[in-house]
């Protein structure tokens, strides 16, 4: 293919395979010799060959049309007759694409100046099918750019105080050019519907004065004004500002919408003194607002993949067909998981399919002028880049892909800090935020000991000196063998404790653990002076959480009437990392056979076990009685979050009774190598759970709610850090290696 303007020949050469039945692969390949760098983007596009009856997408059985910016890319028609087609995409570390929409801050995550793959996959809208098509359209490549400068902010009209939309008992009284918003419930709004498209950005300005913080909110909306879909994904807010009108800006993308048009909310915040006020029973504070703007940004787009002389780059893609499909929500999303599961030739049942198609959909690339693999939590999450490195360490390890472990890995090293601690999170534009005492540096440390087991990776030993330094000091100072923290080494690190705590027992656990870590590593000097007798106090003091009349792990020293599987998790990464019981049998059965099963169902594949699932953490006040938190019984949580758990209101959900599924798997798995009898059936139901307790989401979740009054399973549903399950029930031998398509048969060769 010549370029005339350029005056340079790109040789493109198209590939396709057939994987299965229903999946073919296409291969992209592209190379030139002329230039030092091409920058080039790369538009794919499937066409039916007749009219088909509907377009879908992952989050749409009728998808309206538009950029799609959804819990994962996939998108297809169907036939008259049935048949289900679907385009789907290699990863974003290997397609390079990422779906990077805002950039992190306080107190607004605006938009970037220029945001990647806006139009990774887009849809023609309604409207335009009969002219153009029903072309399902994937773009490689392309940025979306702000422009500024004069004539780059067109202003669209607001309606006037009077005419603006309210929920519930909002007033709204005009003070000649002052608005004042006076809510009575916390939930009460009010919102300024305007007229947007997909691929549009906008930017608001509002003038206020409020004694609370101010939510302003970006919804997708239907014709009756009713909230459809959150456009920025996360709520921005305009701080409180009592004695004085402020400014407050923010920008947002529109990507495809599921409603009629888009509105502008504005509320109070969920928290904070208007939440308190309420409570009491006083009046909420009221807002005033003396001006908003909205204006619609304009935006060119540009390639910014870039082919350099010489080097050949690929885009894979795959294409499948099915006639047993569902014409459902259910229907659409397993099969796009599954379909690319069997494309990439990952093996297993249809859950360890979709945890392996799901950790492909969120490992991106970091940046539009390099190469460099990330991993995000979920596109809920991530919408920034952000990366934590509690996920990428359980969701990579979870799989045998290689060039994703040691990339990231890398990325964490670099972002190791002059004390040695590696950061908890990595998010452009804002660098360290969380750079604190929690198991980030512990788990570092231990996957290098992985990546060096796993694939012979040469490690960077200062850097591994150095965290290991940090650990050693930080979580033991004095070498008594009692671990120090000022956080929870675990999931639940958002519990602080200023002066240092050395009451927990996950923490106990984690020290014994990270200190075998240290010593495997063979740091000159620093592993030695882990004796054996050093590390037999450290797992004896774990040991000693356990309460022989109970019959469980107590989660503190101070707390004996609740019970998680956090407490052996670290029993878990000893039989993982080192074959080695810290715990004894009775320890971790009688555990297990403390914590309640729930959520039961009929159609399970072992209904007589009593439940599907397991809570995380759960009140345990005797016997076989167990309870949720309340305002007034929340152990290990901040009395800031007491309201929360009045009134049941979050019973069963978060960390109040809600079912994780790695770290529930993995106590299972601990179970089984220790003599649980009921492993087996626990594990397999909790699979089953995971794509059955909601039909329309048979993906991946944040956790599982265990009480049927609330049923949010988190914001996230498409959750990374699930992988790991791969590898837990690779320990359990219920999962064999080869099953993972990065297994590779030949043995790496053991580095020091």
Same mark, same amino acid.
């Given at each position: 293919m010549q370029l005339p303007n350029l005056r340079t020949t790109v040789f493109v050469d198209v590939s396709y395979e057939?994987?299965?039945?229903?999946?073919?692969?296409?291969? +992209?390949?592209?190379?030139?010799? =002329?230039?030092?760098?091409?920058?080039?983007?790369?538009? @794919?596009?499937?066409?039916?060959? *007749?009219?088909?009856? $509907?377009?879908?997408?992952?989050?749409h059985t009728d998808c309206k049309g538009g950029p799609l910016h959804e819990y994962s890319p996939a998108a297809g028609f169907r036939t008259a007759s049935g048949v289900t087609v679907g385009l789907l995409t290699d990863s974003g570390y290997r397609n390079q694409w990422s779906r990077i929409i805002r950039r992190d801050g306080t107190p607004v995550k605006p938009a970037p100046v220029s945001i990647p793959d806006l139009n990774l996959y887009f849809l023609p809208y309604v409207a335009d099918r009969a002219k153009k098509g029903a072309c399902i359209q994937q773009t490689f490549g392309e940025a979306t750019v702000q422009l500024s400068g004069e004539g780059s902010r067109k202003p669209v009209d607001l309606p006037a105080a009077s005419m603006w939309k309210r929920s519930? =008992?909002?007033?709204?009284?005009?003070?000649?050019?002052?608005? $004042?918003?006076?809510?009575?419930? #916390? $939930?009460? &709004?009010?919102? &300024?519907?305007?007229?947007?498209?997909?691929?549009?950005?906008y930017a608001v300005h509002l003038e206020y004065c409020s004694e609370a913080p101010i939510s302003v909110h970006a919804w997708d909306v239907d014709s009756q004004f009713n909230k459809l879909g959150d456009l920025t994904l996360f709520n921005d807010t305009a701080p409180a500002s009592p004695a004085i009108f402020s400014d407050f800006d923010h920008s947002f993308v529109v990507p495809a919408l599921q409603g009629t048009g888009a509105a502008i909310a504005l509320s109070l915040t969920d928290s904070g003194d208007a939440g308190a006020n309420e409570n009491r029973g006083a009046r909420l504070p009221s807002m005033e607002v003396r001006d908003i703007k909205l204006s619609r940004v304009a935006t060119r787009r540009e390639p910014y993949h870039r082919l350099e002389m010489g080097q050949s780059q690929t885009r894979t893609v795959f294409i499948f067909a099915c006639d047993a499909i569902p014409d459902t929500l259910r229907g659409y999303r397993l099969a796009s998981q599954l379909q690319l599961a069997d494309g990439l030739q990952c093996k297993g049942g249809e859950t360890e399919k979709v945890l392996y198609a799901d950790v492909m959909m969120l490992s991106w690339n970091a940046q539009m002028a390099e190469l460099r693999p990330m991993l995000a939590p979920s596109i809920w999450y991530s919408a920034a880049g952000e990366m934590y490195l509690r996920d990428s360490f359980y969701a990579l390890s979870g799989i045998h892909n290689r060039e994703l472990n040691e990339k990231v890995f890398a990325a964490w090293a670099d972002n190791q800090g002059e004390d040695g601690a590696i950061n908890t999170l990595v998010e452009p534009n804002i660098a360290n935020l969380e750079r604190k005492s929690n198991d980030s540096t512990p788990l570092w440390l231990m996957w290098a000991l992985l990546n060096r087991r796993r694939f012979?990776?040469?490690?960077?030993?200062?850097?591994?000196? #150095?965290?290991?330094?940090?650990?050693?000091?930080?979580? =033991?100072?004095?070498?008594?063998? +009692?671990?120090?923290?000022?956080?929870?080494m675990g999931q639940l690190d958002v519990i602080h404790y200023p002066e240092g705590t050395r009451i927990l027992c996950e923490n106990q656990g984690m020290l014994a653990v990270l200190l075998r870590v240290i010593r495997e590593l063979q740091i000159p000097e620093v592993s030695a002076s882990i004796s054996e007798s050093y590390l037999a106090k450290a797992e004896e003091e774990y040991r000693s959480y356990y309460d022989a009349k109970s019959g469980f792990l107590f989660p503190a020293r101070n707390i004996h009437d609740a019970i998680g599987f956090p407490d052996i998790h670290p029993e &878990?990464?000893?039989?993982?990392?080192? $074959?080695?019981p810290i715990l004894t049998d009775e320890m971790v059965v009688n555990h297990l056979n403390h914590i309640p099963a729930m959520l039961p169902r009929e159609d399970c594949p072992y209904p007589g076990e009593g439940g599907t699932v397991r809570p995380i953490f759960i009140g345990l006040a005797g016997g076989k009685e167990w309870s949720y938190f309340t305002e007034k019984w929340h152990p290990m949580v901040s009395d800031s979050y007491a309201a929360s758990y009045? @009134?049941?209101?979050? =019973?069963?959900?978060?960390? @109040?009774?809600?079912?994780?599924?790695? +770290?529930? +798997?993995?106590?299972?798995?601990?179970?089984?190598?220790?003599?649980?009898?009921? *492993?087996?059936?626990?594990?397999? @139901? #909790?699979?089953? *759970?995971?794509?059955?307790?909601?039909?329309?989401?048979p993906t991946r979740q944040e956790y599982l709610p265990t009480c049927s009054r609330n049923k949010l399973c988190g914001y996230?549903?498409? &959750?990374?850090?699930?992988?790991f399950v791969l590898q837990a029930l690779e320990i359990a031998r219920l999962r064999e290696p080869a099953m993972d398509p990065g297994y590779s048969r030949s043995a790496p060769p053991v580095v020091g």
């Open positions: 057939v994987m299965t039945s229903q999946v073919i692969m296409k291969t +992209i390949r592209l190379r030139q010799a =002329d230039m030092y760098t091409l920058l080039y983007q790369l538009t @794919n596009c499937l066409e039916p060959e *007749a009219q088909p009856a $509907k377009l879908w997408s992952f989050d519930g =008992d909002m007033k709204v009284e005009q003070f000649g050019a002052v608005v $004042k918003l006076s809510p009575s419930d #916390r $939930k009460d &709004f009010v919102l &300024f519907p305007f007229p947007a498209k997909g691929g549009e950005i012979g990776t040469e490690l960077q030993m200062d850097k591994i000196r #150095r965290a290991a330094e940090y650990c050693l000091r930080t979580y =033991d100072p004095t070498r008594e063998a +009692i671990c120090t923290a000022q956080f929870v &878990f990464l000893s039989l993982w990392l080192f $074959k080695r009045a @009134n049941k209101a979050a =019973d069963g959900i978060y960390y @109040n009774g809600g079912s994780w599924m790695r +770290i529930e +798997i993995c106590g299972y798995v601990t179970g089984k190598l220790h003599g649980w009898q009921k *492993a087996d059936h626990a594990i397999a @139901n #909790r699979l089953w *759970a995971e794509i059955h307790t909601d039909e329309d989401f996230h549903r498409v &959750f990374a850090w699930n992988a």
